[in-house]
């Protein structure tokens, strides 16, 4: 047996760091690491001719395993082939040399792996140096290769080793080194490798570590491209669930939506649907042995019927153009489904716009409802007409069904009108129920006598309006009323619940309603006893309940939950006996080495007394005894930032990259009771900006390891308004951040999609003309001479919501006042960043930000920007 000498300059933990190069270099050599290997790699078989042989490169070049799914852990394996199992071991050199056997006289591979740890975002070069041929991957990227063998001269044992050298910028967190190296039985010289990472200033040794530890902290790549867990369902008997998964198939950002089946009496897996056809609108029907998904393929849909027995299926309805959803009829014999249709019958050239809502590129398309019969495939239309019909509920006889439209009229306010209807199928007769401002949900009772309605407190007039005389209620702040068919009386059941209905249910098993409901920064579950008037919280051990579905025949259900420190999962939960089990965790394995920080709530009392609730997010490796610089994130709008893991704006992320967060709801949100969000309505800012720096100062006193020369505000849309208005009131920021911020509410009312919507709550009843003190006073663009904080804006340069001329129009007025400002417009972007890649460095942005001004860092922005 052959043996070479196998050498890694790992010195990390063990440091050896020397000058060299230059004055100003740092250079650090390797010396600890992981090795898997070796194992044979040998040349195919009749690899002779003069055409496609393969060579020694060739061999290295070859996948022999996927190296993005390498996680190497100490004693965990990786399955090579089925008689051939790879085990990570930790080797530590001596004296930076280590002598391995190669796997024979074929040419052998080994993977050695490492995890480089930095404090913060730097450049460096990292270089490799070998005999023999190797590959060089970071963060599962390949980065550089030595694709050459060189063999000792004549005179020595030794080589000339060739090298490799490929600068690499390491964000703060912990990056993932794999070199993969085949040896050339040819070349007698040792199988040494040495790597080794050289710095210039203004990076040193004290911003770089190693470890053969897997533990990290939460990144970018958890945000985008973990596994989710999405729409939930349960069978009318309870005894079979389904969850949709999305999970990322090859490369980024691509991912593939699969369905699995679990038997809830055990809670094993029944069955997985993936990878043959893509899955869409999952639907039980209701005999608990079928069940029902959408295959959309160039632009039609076709609604397949799968018996969960034998797995036999067949097509209900083919090619379908413009399919929208659908629903099953309780009694199993029918579907409602809708198709939409566009009017083309304007001239693109000259556009007449008689309506605001004429701007909407979809106003013209119109959504109908189709009636299928099961199984015979036979249908019936049954709405038409000007306006948009959608399905709220079929009836539990199937006899009628519950529909509404919505109207638009721009002289009285709130422009939107939703009209509930009754419509009977065989008699193809509409019943009106009620029209009311805004829109609204209807669902039947079981008994078919009542109808659950879920819209703002006025929607039926003064019956779910809960606030002081005069005062204009959060028409956001969604009320639950039953409505007697018999009657047509309405009662308002929520009007004294503080919390904010986000969805409901109606129990066939009992007399109560189930309510998904925004409470405080909670998604909480109440059940509301029909008979007795009572709410009961229902609690599921997690703070967020997400999507949720409710057995039919037995008091249980199946949802989705997740806490500010825990990802979402799925769960099964039996409500009488108070037993809840988890069925599916999609990230199971990745954070099993994830690290976070404490999550805790803090409030304090404004001017008026009120307590004012938030959370404080504190990095994975928190010491009271050092000082941390802040960040301080606020929405201010109608919703409280609500206790989801990870989102749009990660809190655990930026803990992670060593700042305390600090999130506080202040008044106007919903999920507080119709007094406290009602203070939203005409405010614009007023109440919000005095409790952000109120809020801010307590938090200060309260809290000494906050460097108070080191704290930045962040906030998007509403919040974005918040920035830029709160710049004009105050220098407690060191910087700050505002996405799609509002800087004249003028013409963000008219211009924006919504901007005139939005407004009929958060403006009630005023207008340009008739409140100056709002339109004016309260814009920050009128008062940007008075901003001497530096800060940075962002905008989707296509966003339809606030228009990216409110931002455009704040950094002119900052630029000609010679205020410290920049600008960056992310293409081709709406309201929220959605495409992969600009949503990664829309991210950096924040952070490079942040890093310049929190920490004296700007090599990141400057890299991003400035070169």
């Known amino acids: 047996m052959r043996y070479f000498r196998f050498v890694f300059l790992f010195c990390f933990l063990f440091l050896s760091v020397t000058p060299a190069i230059a004055e100003e270099t740092t250079t650090i050599d390797i010396q600890n690491y992981l090795v898997a290997g070796p194992v044979d790699a040998p040349f195919p078989v009749l690899n002779v001719g003069d055409r496609n042989v393969v060579e020694l490169k060739d061999l290295l070049a070859y996948d022999y395993i996927d190296i993005k799914n390498l996680n190497p852990v100490q004693d965990t394996d990786i399955e090579w082939r089925q008689d051939k199992t790879l085990n990570w071991q930790t080797k530590q050199a001596d004296d930076c040399e280590l002598s391995l056997s190669a796997a024979g006289s074929a040419p052998g591979v080994y993977y050695a792996a490492a995890y480089?740890?930095?404090?913060?975002?730097?450049?460096?070069?990292?270089k490799v140096e070998s005999c023999h041929l190797f590959e060089v991957y970071l963060n599962g990227n390949k980065i550089t290769s030595k694709t050459e063998s060189n063999?000792?001269?004549?005179?020595?044992?030794?080589?000339?080793?060739?090298?490799a050298t490929q600068t690499i910028t390491l964000k703060n967190g912990k990056h993932t080194l794999i070199i993969k190296t085949i040896n050339d039985p040819g070349n007698e010289a040792g199988w040494d490798i040495k790597t080794s990472i050289m710095l210039n200033d203004p990076y040193s040794a004290e911003n770089i570590a190693a470890t053969l530890s897997p533990e990290r902290s939460i990144d970018i790549s958890n945000v985008l491209d973990d596994p989710r867990v999405g729409a939930v369902h349960i069978t009318r008997n309870g005894e079979l669930a389904a969850v949709g998964t999305s999970t990322p198939v090859g490369t980024a950002p691509h991912r593939e939506t699969w369905i699995k089946i679990f038997n809830t009496r055990n809670g094993s897996l029944v069955r997985t649907f993936r990878g043959d056809f893509s899955i869409g609108n999952f639907s039980w029907a209701p005999d608990n042995k079928h069940f029902s998904y959408v295959q959309r393929k160039a632009g039609k849909a076709t609604l397949w019927i799968v018996n969960i027995e034998n797995g036999e299926k067949h097509a209900l309805l083919e090619d379908i153009e413009n399919f929208g959803s659908y629903t099953w009829s309780p009694t199993g014999t029918f579907i409602v489904f809708s198709i939409s249709q566009q009017d083309d019958g304007?001239?693109?050239?000259m556009r007449r716009i008689t309506k605001p809502v004429e701007r909407w590129p979809w106003w013209t398309q119109r959504s109908y409802l189709h009636l299928v019969h099961v199984p015979s495939g036979a249908r019936q239309r049954l709405t038409a007409g000007e306006l948009s019909t959608g399905l709220n509920s079929i009836s539990p006889d199937g006899k009628k069904l519950l529909v509404s439209r919505t109207k638009h009229n721009f002289t009285e306010r709130p422009y939107s009108f939703t009209s509930l209807f009754t419509l009977d199928i065989e008699r193809m007769s509409l019943d009106t129920i009620h029209t009311g401002g805004w829109t609204a949900q209807a669902q039947w009772s079981p008994d078919g006598k009542k109808i659950l309605i879920t819209a703002g407190p006025s929607f039926f007039g003064d019956a779910g309006i809960n606030t002081p005389e005069g005062v204009i209620p959060n028409e956001y702040d969604t009320q639950a009323y039953i409505y007697n068919t018999e009657d047509g009386s309405v009662e308002a059941v929520s009007r004294d619940f503080n919390p904010s209905i986000s969805s409901a249910q109606w129990s066939y098993a009992e007399r109560a309603i189930y309510f998904n409901t925004t409470d405080k920064s909670y998604s909480q579950i109440y059940r509301y006893d029909v008979k007795n008037k009572r709410y009961e919280n229902v609690d599921l051990g997690v703070e967020m309940v997400n999507n949720i579905d409710l057995a039919q025949d037995r008091p249980v259900a199946v949802f989705t939950g997740e806490s500010a420190n825990e990802p979402p999962r799925f769960y099964f939960t039996d409500i009488n006996r108070k037993r809840t089990t988890m069925l599916y965790d999609p990230n199971k394995d990745t954070y099993r080495y994830i690290k976070t920080g404490t999550v805790e709530e803090w409030t304090f009392l404004n001017e008026r007394g009120v307590a004012i609730d938030g959370m404080i997010y504190y990095p994975p490796d928190f010491d009271p005894d050092k000082t941390y610089p802040l960040i301080v994130y606020y929405y201010g709008g109608v919703s409280p930032v609500s206790r989801?893991?990870?989102g749009r704006y990660p809190k655990n992320k930026w803990a992670a990259q060593g700042y305390v967060v600090y999130v506080l709801q202040p008044s106007g949100a919903v999920g507080y009771g119709q007094e406290f969000s009602a203070l939203h309505v005409n405010d614009w800012g007023k109440i919000v900006a005095d409790e952000i720096i109120d809020g801010t100062k307590q938090f200060l006193d309260a809290h000494s390891f906050i460097d108070r020369d080191r704290i930045a505000g962040i906030g998007a849309s509403y919040g974005g308004f918040m920035t830029m208005l709160l710049l004009t009131q105050t220098d407690i920021f060191t910087t700050a951040v505002a996405h799609a911020g509002i800087s004249s509410i003028s013409s963000y009312w008219g211009e924006g999609y919504w901007?005139?919507?939005?407004?009929?709550?958060?403006?009630?009843?005023?207008?340009?003309w008739n409140r100056r003190d709002i339109y004016?006073?309260?814009s920050p663009l009128f008062y940007a001479d008075k901003v001497t904080t530096p800060?940075?804006?962002?905008t989707g340069d296509s966003d339809t919501n606030v228009p990216p001329g409110e931002s455009t129009q704040f950094f002119l007025a900052l630029k000609m006042l010679g205020k410290e400002v920049e600008y960056i417009q992310v293409k081709d972007q709406d309201h929220h960043i959605l495409d992969y890649n600009k949503r990664i460095k829309w991210g950096d942005t924040i952070i490079a930000w942040f890093d310049r001004y929190l920490k004296d860092q700007p090599e990141w922005w400057n890299e991003m920007y400035e070169n």
């Open 776 to 778: 004016v006073d309260q």
């Open 644 to 646: 989801a893991f990870e």
């Open 755 to 768: 901007g005139y919507s939005y407004s009929a709550v958060a403006t009630a009843n005023s207008f340009p």
């Open 151 to 163: 063999k000792p001269d004549e005179s020595s044992d030794n080589c000339s080793p060739g090298s």
């Open 346 to 349: 304007t001239d693109n050239f």
């Open 116 to 126: 480089i740890a930095t404090n913060r975002w730097l450049k460096a070069d990292l």
């Open 791 to 794: 800060v940075l804006l962002l």
